[in-house]
């Protein structure tokens, strides 16, 4: 029989039943998907325990029956003298009471000493054990607990960003409502399937560690799939499977039952224990939600930094182009070779009408094969505007491609970053030139038909009014050069 159908037959709750269990007094057989199966012979077993444990015999003398090292009637008796006693000092504690009482005693006036001596022993009487002290020790301790699987959300939605932004080139700020959902998503399946290994080999996770908190199963380990069934129960009622709002509910909930000491879904099977309350384990906390943050820190960073690095050839720069215009989103639309020529992509499911007529040429310097110098040539004509953005972010592409790919730039550097900042505050539609990683950057544009740019950063080239549109053109030139 199941756990409900035996709770309900033998009066006793299910968790006075896994005390039983976890005291060795009851062995249920387990059944192939790990839930166990209550026999007659279980439920017989717990009827005999409710009565011996309301007959006030406690846990070591039912084991001691149960093995067949004491018999019933000598336990019975031992029992007999034990209560006598208890009912002695009762009584003699109903006495002092009821002197009390008579003397109109008050605590700030009480002579503790006169009724001590009037008992004829400083010993106070026993309170009786009842069943409902027959359950494990509960673990209410809810910001605790609460914490601890905080912290292991946010490693598991650590390891779920790194493999996003490094392997799958996502970038996190440019992450949609509806991406930022699935990443949660992500976190919760990658914490279904870690957290039961750890259960099992360790007996916690990282944050139950950090608190001192863990889950055992009649003081040993979760066996896998018990640990599964756990974490699956977390997610569903902990958690509310992480969906928005929805998850803050059950947050709420728990925390409330947790407070008033019930017993939380997922802890109806297993202990929930907790070690100690060291004052280390705070600043402990503290100190790896830092270290969460800053491998939050060195992931956004890794993102920003090209694929290829070193020594690059064309080939190598080219990729590392079309890398940066997929996670950057500036360019998507085109493809840039080997050999400096574009194409149009096919997997974007959009069709960008003369995309490629707007390309830059590109020309490529090499020496024994590496890569010394990159150009980025425009040329158009008839065109009344033209916008600084769109010849900023080929720019900026070409330049974190080569640049921060250079020998000796590294994570912490934020050249990409120095670029981007640089880059915006220069005009395309002037001429200037700058030094950063070893790379020599330079810019230079004739223009015809056009009003003289606005300084200090002119965004729009406009027309000449007294000009022709058959007389307007413009010829920019951008290059990188290695100079070391």
């Not at 729009?460 to 053109?473: E, F, M, N, T």
Request: with cysteine.
């Amino acid at each position: 029989m199941t756990i409900r159908e035996i709770e309900a037959r033998s009066g006793l709750t299910r968790a006075n039943i896994r005390f039983y269990e976890a005291e060795g007094l009851l062995s249920p057989r387990r059944l192939a998907n790990g839930y166990r199966d209550y026999s007659d012979g279980d439920l017989a077993a717990l009827k005999k325990i409710r009565l011996l444990r309301q007959l006030r015999l406690s846990i070591d003398d039912i084991r001691a029956l149960q093995n067949g090292d004491h018999t019933l009637s000598d336990t019975l008796r031992r029992c007999l003298d034990d209560l006598g006693r208890a009912q002695g000092e009762l009584q003699k504690a109903s006495d002092i009471c009821r002197a009390m009482m008579r003397d109109g005693a008050t605590y700030q006036t009480l002579d503790a000493d006169r009724y001590l001596r009037g008992s004829g022993e400083a010993r106070q009487p026993q309170p009786s054990l009842g069943l409902q002290f027959d359950v494990p020790r509960a673990c209410p301790h809810p910001w605790r607990r609460f914490l601890a699987r905080w912290l292991d959300l946010a490693l598991y939605g650590l390891l779920w960003s790194t493999v996003n932004t490094l392997v799958f080139r996502v970038n996190p700020a440019l992450r949609s409502a509806a991406g930022t959902l699935f990443d949660g998503f992500a976190a919760m399946l990658i914490m279904l399937f870690a957290e039961p290994l750890f259960l099992y080999f360790l007996g916690y996770t990282p944050g139950k560690f950090l608190f001192g908190l863990r889950v055992t199963d009649r003081g040993r380990k979760l066996s896998y799939f018990d640990a599964l069934c756990r974490t699956g129960s977390v997610i569903a009622s902990g958690e509310g499977f992480f969906i928005p709002i929805y998850q803050w509910v059950r947050n709420y909930k728990c925390y409330k039952k947790c407070r008033a000491g019930e017993t939380l879904p997922w802890e109806e099977d297993y202990e929930y224990e907790l070690t100690d309350t060291a004052w280390w384990r705070i600043p402990a906390f503290a100190s790896a939600c830092a270290a969460c943050a800053g491998v939050a820190f060195c992931i956004v960073l890794a993102g920003d930094m090209p694929q290829n690095r070193g020594v690059l050839t064309a080939a190598e720069f080219a990729e590392n182009y079309n890398d940066y215009a997929a996670y950057l989103g500036t360019r998507p639309v085109l493809s840039l070779s080997a050999d400096g020529t574009w194409s149009e992509r096919n997997d974007t499911g959009v069709i960008h009408t003369g995309a490629l007529d707007r390309a830059p040429a590109l020309a490529f310097t090499e020496t024994d094969g590496v890569l010394t110098g990159v150009q980025l040539e425009y040329t158009h004509a008839g065109q009344p505007f033209l916008a600084a953005a769109s010849y900023q972010s080929d720019m900026l592409l070409a330049a974190m491609s080569f640049v921060c790919a250079q020998p000796g730039v590294g994570l912490f550097d934020q050249v990409p970053r120095q670029l981007a900042e640089r880059l915006s505050g220069l005009s395309p539609f002037s001429g200037w030139c700058f030094e950063m990683a070893g790379v020599e950057l330079c810019c230079t544009a004739e223009a015809s038909g056009y009003l003289e740019p606005v300084e200090p950063v002119p965004a729009v080239l406009a027309p000449d009014p007294d000009a022709s549109p058959s007389g307007q053109s413009l010829h920019l030139t951008f290059t990188m050069t290695r100079i070391n």
